[in-house]
């Protein structure tokens, strides 16, 4: 069986939301599987000198046009929180915690919480607000949130983190066909052409 496709995207990227709303189906095209890597855009912006996209002279008014304009082609609901950019721990640790226990509620909290902070404009960054948005895929809302304080649970997203920078990641989306590397939402048609020919 092919090796699953490798996804990784921060909780509070546009583009790694746009991007959620379509690998699982694209991937399945293909007969592949999808491996959900969330990680901190952080640490890849420290290492690379960039700053987010709205923060950015002369990028940022163009990127918050962006956002909207490429959510509007996918056919997707689109509002930027309010408090933006913003580091999202506690969905992050939430999912790691949730993936060691089953791969399915940790996808699917992924899927909620990008809903809940890109199509509604929450604060998808609250450990409240991940813990409520748990409770009906059957995670207790107490256990949820002592969960994410424990330190081997923050360690692993840490660590999760500088895995993926060591392996070459810095921006949101980005994926690995293989070993093969593709970064951002407008690499997904690439994505595509590459699992259907082989590569090129």
Same mark, same amino acid.
């Given at each position: 069986m092919a090796e699953p496709i490798t996804f990784y995207f921060d909780f509070y990227s546009p583009y790694g939301y746009l991007a959620s709303r379509r690998i699982d189906e694209l991937a399945a095209k293909h007969g592949r599987e999808v491996d959900w890597r969330p990680f901190l855009l952080g640490p890849a912006f420290a290492a690379t000198g960039h700053r987010p996209l709205l923060d950015t002279p002369l990028m940022g008014d163009y990127a918050a046009r962006d956002f909207a304009r490429s959510a509007r082609l996918q056919g997707v609901r689109f509002k930027l929180p309010a408090e933006f950019p913003k580091a999202a721990l506690a969905p992050a640790r939430a999912f790691y915690w949730l993936l060691d226990q089953n791969r399915q509620t940790?996808?699917? %909290?992924?899927?909620?919480?990008?809903?809940?902070? =890109?199509?509604?404009?929450?604060?998808?960054?609250?450990?409240? %607000?991940?813990?409520?948005? &748990?409770?009906?895929?059957?995670?207790?809302?107490?256990?949820l949130l002592a969960a994410i304080q424990?330190?081997?649970? #923050?360690?692993? %997203? #840490?660590?999760?983190?500088? &895995? &993926?920078?060591?392996?070459?990641?810095?921006?949101?989306?980005?994926? =690995?066909?293989?070993?093969?590397?593709?970064?951002?939402?407008?690499? %997904?048609?690439?994505v595509d052409r590459w699992l259907q020919s082989g590569g090129w």
């Open positions: 940790a996808q699917a %909290l992924a899927h909620a919480v990008y809903r809940a902070t =890109f199509g509604e404009g929450r604060d998808g960054t609250r450990a409240e %607000l991940v813990a409520d948005l &748990a409770e009906p895929l059957g995670v207790p809302h107490a256990e424990r330190p081997e649970i #923050k360690q692993r %997203l #840490k660590d999760e983190t500088r &895995a &993926a920078l060591e392996r070459g990641v810095f921006g949101s989306p980005f994926i =690995f066909v293989d070993d093969e590397p593709f970064w951002g939402n407008d690499r %997904l048609d690439q």
